[in-house]
């Protein structure tokens, strides 16, 4: 599809294709008129640390939308890796253990959601509904609701390290995104998602194993769930079920903003980086402008539905099209 | 032989049975459990206690079950609560200091679910506008909750409202069987709507296929939106028992209650997907929901933990019904 648009290019496509750059030049740029100093190079690294953490999720969730699901618990599952982690670190005070099973969790998290909606068919939305209300019971029980802390040494070295300038954090959402995007372009598995997001009854009859490959959808979910909650807990050396309650839906709009269609069927992940960095930009720019928080939100809530509206009004455009 | 066949009869009548009746089953072991455990369950206080406060999240949960009739979902129900709470008990503080100032009561009870209506409706236009699905309704509706418990805290900068009206009839509307007969008689009306009129019969119809909905010539924009907006109104409704009962209004008062409600559609039985369900199984569903968490109260769980119980509830619910509805395609396939 997306190959097709640029052969036919007509000027109001290839601007439509292109709102991401376009909405982000634009904010970049009144925002530089309107306070200088929000591109100071503190500011922007604080940006690419918020934009790599939220981004690792938001790759799973890419992944999850062009297969046809959607994961609610991402939030859930994200805190729960946080305390998980603080949790093991503080208990054996070896940080490769703590990660390796803080991930196994993500990865039992991710496929318990992929098994329920592939056995019993329900709808990825109530099952994650469903799930994200017993992640987060988990996670107050466990915590009843106070903060977690921890003094590890690693993890705080590997939240203030440096490369060229750029934190760590960075550097490792690089990498999830470059594996994500090489995947889901080149292998067989990454393809299959398109086939099964796109049209799931031809994709099983075309010999796919559609249950499988959404289960693995949020199997990678989970992992991605876990690896976003380890980097937060490197940044803040801290683990709470306040941190992340807006990650999952913060997603979605990144995925739809970036141009993935919540359709199924196409998209990548290297749009959803971009849409994640638009999104991000716009809240830095919101407290940086002195907005009250409850106004910030207001802007949150209106930005989501302006996007889905705006993805639902492309949609509908090109179905009557073709 | 004729006996084994009788018998064998007699046995898949009764897993029909069980199958069919599984909420009412569940209720009743709920309240058997709960009864056998801790004595002061079963006591008329305690249950006049559930009703009432099964009333409420009732009156939600009908609205709900409307819009999930309809194949969608609404999010927002729990914001439009709280917004509709502070705009209901500042009417009520500014006009209705007298007691027996029952037309002030009145109109604040129309205004606050006018207020509910237009909201739905403005929840509805944006899915409708251009025919949003399953997805973008969650997603819609959930941009929709941001933004109007937003708009709820700016109306007071975030400070709760104490009730100082004089009493009369507002307050009337949380007393003795009152809340219970209001949620019964709205209800009723709507299972009359939904099961005895073209307009709830066209709902199912849009729930179970809409593409075939549109085709047949139903006006699929326009019932949809309608559906919202009687969530809206519904929300608005129950913003009125709740304020009533506690005397005040905080602008996080509705927070979480669009879980509750959406929980007690689906452990009644209206499906995911829409078309199947009605109010009956949304009463039922609310009892459950009502009488556990009460149960569990009672127990002694904490609040944490029955979150716990209450996402594993939608998931089995849900996932009984499917295996439900897988056997039943199997049987008429054969």
Redesign the interface.
């Known amino acids: 599809m997306k190959r097709n648009s640029t052969i036919k290019a007509r000027p109001l496509e290839i601007i439509l294709d292109q709102t991401v750059l376009f909405l982000l030049f634009g904010f970049v740029i009144f925002m530089a008129f309107v306070k200088p100093s929000f591109l100071a190079w503190w500011n922007i690294q604080s940006i690419l640390i918020d934009v790599s953490i939220y981004g690792v999720v938001a790759c799973g969730m890419t992944i999850l939308i062009i297969g046809g699901d959607f994961d609610l618990s991402a939030s859930s599952q994200y805190m729960w890796a946080q305390i998980l982690f603080v949790t093991l670190l503080n208990a054996t005070n070896n940080p490769f253990i703590s990660i390796a099973l803080t991930l196994l969790s993500g990865f039992i998290l991710g496929t318990i959601n992929g098994l329920i909606v592939t056995r019993f068919r329900i709808n990825s939305f109530i099952t994650t509904l469903g799930t994200m209300t017993m992640i987060r019971g988990l996670c107050l029980v466990f915590t009843n609701g106070k903060m977690v802390s921890t003094l590890n040494p690693f993890i705080k070295r590997l939240g203030s390290a440096e490369f060229l300038g750029l934190s760590s954090l960075f550097y490792i959402y690089l990498s999830v995104l470059i594996i994500i995007s090489l995947m889901l372009a080149y292998t067989n598995f990454g393809r299959r998602f398109y086939s099964t997001g796109g049209n799931l009854e031809v994709a099983r009859l075309a010999g796919i194993n559609t249950a499988f490959q959404k289960t693995a959808g949020f199997s990678i979910m989970g992992i991605l769930c876990s690896i976003g909650g380890i980097m937060l807990v490197a940044q803040l050396r801290a683990g709470s079920t306040q941190y992340g309650t807006d990650l999952a839906l913060t997603c979605v709009a990144a995925t739809v903003i970036g141009g993935t269609q919540l359709s199924g069927g196409a998209g990548s992940a290297l749009r959803t980086a971009l849409g994640m960095l638009v999104i991000v930009v716009l809240y830095k720019a919101l407290i940086y402008l002195g907005l009250q928080a409850y106004y910030q939100n207001l802007v949150k809530g209106l930005v989501l539905i302006l996007v889905v509206m705006f993805d639902l009004f492309m949609t509908r455009r090109r179905a009557i099209r073709h | 032989m004729s006996k084994k066949l009788e018998a064998r009869y007699l046995r898949d009548k009764v897993v029909k049975i069980l199958k069919s009746q599984g909420v009412l089953i569940g209720l009743v072991l709920i309240i058997i459990i709960a009864s056998i455990v801790e004595r002061s369950f079963m006591t008329a206080s305690n249950i006049l206690n559930i009703l009432r406060q099964a009333s409420a999240i009732g009156i939600l949960s009908l609205g709900v079950t409307f819009v999930m009739m309809t194949g969608g979902?609404d999010l927002s129900v729990g914001a439009i609560v709280s917004l509709c709470s502070l705009v209901a008990v500042s009417i009520m503080n500014g006009y209705a200091q007298a007691e027996g100032a029952n037309g002030v009561a009145l109109i604040a009870i129309l205004v606050v679910m006018a207020l509910g209506f237009l909201i739905g409706m403005v929840n509805g236009s944006?899915i409708v506008?251009?025919?949003?699905r399953?997805?973008?309704t969650?997603?819609?509706t959930?941009?929709?909750?941001?933004?109007v418990?937003?708009?709820a805290?700016?109306y007071t900068g975030?400070q709760f409202i104490a009730g100082t009206f004089g009493t009369g009839l507002y307050q009337k509307v949380s007393e003795g069987f009152t809340p219970i007969v209001c949620f019964l008689a709205l209800a009723a009306i709507m299972h009359v709507i939904l099961a005895h009129t073209r307009f709830g019969k066209q709902m199912s119809f849009i729930g179970a296929n809409i593409d075939c909905a549109r085709m047949s010539g139903i006006k699929v924009g326009k019932l949809r939106m309608i559906t919202y907006g009687i969530g809206g109104m519904c929300a608005g409704f129950a913003s009125i028992i709740v304020t009533s009962r506690v005397y005040s209004a905080s602008p996080l008062q509705g927070s979480g209650y669009e879980?509750d409600a959406?929980a007690a559609v689906?452990v009644g039985g209206t499906s995911?997907?829409g078309g199947t369900g009605g109010i009956i199984n949304t009463i039922l569903g609310v009892l459950v929901l009502s009488v556990l968490s009460n149960a569990l109260n009672v127990i002694g769980v904490?609040a944490?933990?029955?979150?716990?119980?209450?996402?594993?509830i939608?998931?089995v619910a849900?996932?009984l019904d499917?295996?439900n509805k897988?056997s039943a395609m199997r049987e008429s396939a054969t």
């Not at chain 2, 506008?129 to 949003?132: C, E, I, M, S, V």
């Not at chain 2, 944490?304 to 594993?312: I, P, S, T």
């Open positions: 979902m944006l506008l251009f025919d949003g399953l997805g973008e969650f997603i819609i959930y941009g929709m909750q941001i933004v418990a937003s708009l805290l700016l975030g879980l959406i689906v995911q997907t904490n944490n933990a029955q979150l716990l119980v209450r996402g594993a939608i998931i849900v996932g499917m295996l897988n």
